[in-house]
């Protein structure tokens, strides 16, 4: 059986090119403190979060742990690496803005370097890093 090889590019400590098809940024949001309530609450304002520039994608695989994590997605076509993270930018005030009444500041929870890395290659075993 042959395994899936996705490829990973570094673009800068917080922005990489995912299997040339998105540029990526993720975010590590605590959920810890919130009641069951307000966690469905911020999901649902999660999932309804709509701009031009980026996707929002929402990873709840480590609820049980207290964490989801908040991916932003540039779809690579026709992106160079330098709009895509002026897009990225203009989302993320946008989704701080959005968050105001959560009061989540989602530019501080940034995953960097290594972290993405490592959160990436949890989905992709076979991950080829390329430069």
Do not use: C
Request: hydrophobic residues 40%; without cysteine.
């Amino acid at each position: 059986m042959e395994h899936q090889q996705r490829k990973y590019q570094v673009i800068n400590e917080q922005v990489v090119l995912f299997d040339e098809e998105y540029y990526l940024r993720v975010f590590r949001l605590p959920i810890e403190s919130l009641a069951v309530d307000q966690r469905t609450e911020l999901f649902d304002q999660l999932y309804a979060f709509e701009h031009h520039d980026v996707q929002l994608e929402i990873d709840v695989s480590e609820e049980h742990l207290g964490v989801w994590y908040l991916q932003l997605l540039v779809p690579h076509m026709l992106t160079l690496p330098e709009a895509a993270i002026r897009r990225m930018d203009a989302g993320i005030q946008v989704l701080e803005a959005y968050l105001s009444a959560s009061r989540i500041k989602v530019s501080e929870l940034s995953l960097r370097g290594e972290q993405i890395y490592q959160y990436v290659k949890r989905y992709n075993p076979h991950l080829i890093i390329t430069s």
